[in-house]
């Protein structure tokens, strides 16, 4: 019985195969035998790209879209093995929870691309991050990879309040308009048009509103609102 020892960390990635050489001491010469092979692999899958549905990096999904059920796609692929699952971690940042869903291979015409599908309803509102878990037959993970995105059903509050209320004629009413935002935040503050703040006086002729006030959330959703005042 013969041995050798090879050290593998001087190894690269990749197949080997195993030739023994054999010569007895006439120099017949044999090499015919080399049944025994390997596959070294410390690199985990390669990640290429991953999407949420049709929205790009960083979507922002308002009151109607975070109802839905929509997919995640991910490409994995493995040079040297092959990948055997991947999972898919939903991270909240409003409660620093994280529930895994397992990914399924989108069939044999679409080799490398794995999905699942995210029930939107159960996740808070907030910031999430979608991270991908890819792991191939010798437990090499990959999970460098992730989307994040946005989910605020809470349009702004609106309101705006005239004083006084019940001006004489001539009097001079000033009108004060301000908002808030119960989900992730205003875009920017309350505004009433054609004006640059959220404060707008008028001289009372007579019964009247205001202009229109306007806040805008992150996630694009306006709410809107008038004041009155009564001579």
């Known amino acids: 019985f013969w041995a050798s020892e090879v050290n593998v960390l001087e190894l690269k990635d990749g197949f080997y195969n195993i030739q023994a050489y054999a010569t007895d001491t006439v120099g017949n010469f044999n090499n015919t035998n080399s049944n025994v092979s390997f596959r070294l692999d410390r690199t985990p899958p390669n990640v290429t790209s991953v999407a949420l549905y049709n929205f790009t990096y ?22 040297t093995t092959s990948v055997t699952s991947v999972i898919i971690g939903i991270n909240s940042s409003s409660n620093s929870s994280q529930f895994n ?11 490398g691309k794995w999905n699942v599908t995210i029930n939107l309803s159960l996740l808070t509102e907030g910031y999430h991050s979608a991270v991908v878990y890819a792991n191939d037959i010798l437990s090499n993970v ?11 059903r809470t349009a702004p509050t609106v309101s705006v309040s005239c004083i006084p209320s019940s001006p004489t004629s001539g009097q001079i009413v000033t009108c004060t308009c301000t908002a808030s935002d119960a989900g992730i935040g205003l875009e ?3 505004k009433f048009e054609g004006d640059t703040d959220n404060v ?6 007579g019964s009247g509103t205001s202009s ?3 806040a ?10 008038t004041g009155s005042w009564t001579l």
Request: hydrophobic share 40%.
């Open 101 to 111: 869903v397992t990914a399924f291979v989108g069939g044999t015409s679409n080799a």
């Open 58 to 79: 960083g979507a922002n999904l308002s009151a109607g879209l975070s109802a839905n059920f929509i997919t995640l796609n991910a490409t994995v692929n493995d040079s």
């Open 216 to 225: 805008r959330d992150l996630l694009g959703q306006t709410t809107t609102a």
């Open 142 to 152: 990959n999970n460098s990879e992730l989307i994040t995105f946005l989910i605020d």
């Open 188 to 190: 920017s503050s309350a």
């Open 200 to 205: 707008q006086s008028t001289t009372a002729t």
């Open 212 to 214: 229109i006030c306007r």
